[in-house]
């Protein structure tokens, strides 16, 4: 089965700076989608972005313009790189990957998460 690993979450200031990091132990294909969510306690899991293995990106209004997602499907990884923090953005965050089998059949692993915390 595959496996994601989220790294790269701590304390941070606001108005801080955080990258995180995703690998996946299978190898990336061009209809996958990698994203990133996040969830805090009492709070409904939110898609903050993804990106396609073509690079298509897409973000949520709430962290466009200071969220920038990337990935380098050589090392099976994809990043979030997170700017301009505030304590609306403390969350749990999660990676995952989500695509299709050759024998057309769906797939969605999530990764176990990685808590981020922004403190005023």
């Known amino acids: 089965q595959v496996q994601l690993v989220e790294s790269g979450g701590g304390l941070v200031q606001a108005g801080g700076s955080l990258r995180l990091s995703c690998v996946a132990s299978g190898r990336l294909a061009t209809g996958d989608i990698m994203g990133w969510s996040r969830q805090a306690p009492g709070n409904q899991r939110e898609e903050v972005a993804n990106?396609?293995?073509?690079?298509?990106?897409q973000y949520a209004d709430s962290v466009k313009d200071r969220f920038t997602i990337s990935a380098d499907n050589a090392k099976n990884m994809w990043y979030l790189q997170m700017s301009s923090l505030n304590a609306e953005d403390t969350a749990i965050y999660y990676c995952?990957?989500?695509?299709?089998?050759?024998?057309?059949?769906?797939?969605?692993?999530w990764g176990q998460g990685t808590q981020v915390t922004v403190s005023s």
């Open positions: 995952d990957l989500r695509g299709t089998n050759p024998w057309s059949s769906s797939y969605h692993y």
């Open positions: 990106i396609t293995f073509r690079g298509r990106t």
